[in-house]
């Protein structure tokens, strides 16, 4: 298993567009996590899914945001009508129930 | 909101020991007390966890305070590598949340 892989490393788009990103867990994790980081901030929490339920969702969260696990396996974060204050790196992680964490290197999203 | 209080940075030589402390105050009895770092430009990566007993393994060591209101990770001889943000997170099982970290500069 070659871990947590999120696709792209970077985006940059312009405001107002849309943007999806793709976190691949490693497969025997059943839990997979979003967060959001900017410059200097530790990671904050958006949402986790355990398998293919989503249960839980950060008030981060607004409603341009939405994540997706079809079928529990990868998941989607989908940024509608980005703005500027989008600008940040998302980290997926994935877990096994209640183990620690695997991380991926994260998607910088730049918002122009 | 995060639950746990580390020194913005710290610095140490490098081949030296170093001693990462973490206050955790209002800590349960089923909060486990986890370590991540995280190098520049990369996720968080795993150092270490423990719920009540002092621990060891391959990266570093964790002491645990008899009453669990703080924690120290220990380096034993830090490298240049080692040099990275460190968080300290205590997890109940639902999500980490995540304080500012120390940021950990090693001086060669």
């Known amino acids: 298993d070659t871990g947590v892989s999120q696709d792209p490393r970077h985006k940059i788009t312009k405001r107002g567009q849309n943007v999806t990103f793709r976190c691949d867990p490693i497969s025997e994790h059943n839990r997979l996590y979003w967060y959001r980081q900017t410059l200097g901030q530790g990671p904050e929490f958006l949402t986790y899914?355990?398998?293919?339920?989503?249960?839980?969702k950060s008030r981060l969260l607004s409603d341009r945001f939405s994540a997706e696990r079809p079928k529990g396996s990868f998941s989607t974060l989908e940024i509608q009508r980005t703005e500027q204050g989008d600008s940040a790196m998302y980290l997926c992680?994935?877990?096994?129930?209640?183990?620690?964490?695997?991380f991926g290197s994260g998607t910088r999203l730049t918002v122009v | 909101d995060a639950k746990t209080t580390q020194p913005n940075s710290m610095e140490s030589n490098e081949e030296e020991p170093v001693h990462l402390p973490c206050n955790h105050s209002?800590?349960?009895?089923?909060?486990?007390i986890h370590w991540y770092r995280q190098l520049p430009s990369q996720g968080p990566e795993y150092v270490i966890h423990?719920?009540?007993s002092n621990v060891n393994n391959r990266m570093a060591s964790l002491a645990i305070a008899e009453d669990r209101k703080s924690s120290t990770l220990i380096l034993h001889r830090a490298t240049l590598r080692d040099a990275a943000v460190y968080y300290c997170?205590?997890?109940?099982?639902?999500?980490?949340?995540f304080g500012p970290g120390t940021r950990l500069s090693v001086l060669p």
């Open positions: 899914f355990q398998n293919e339920a989503q249960l839980e």
């Open positions: 992680a994935s877990s096994l129930y209640r183990d620690g964490y695997t």
């Open positions: 997170i205590l997890y109940y099982g639902q999500n980490f949340v």
């Open positions: 209002t800590i349960s009895g089923t909060d486990y």
């Open positions: 423990g719920l009540t």
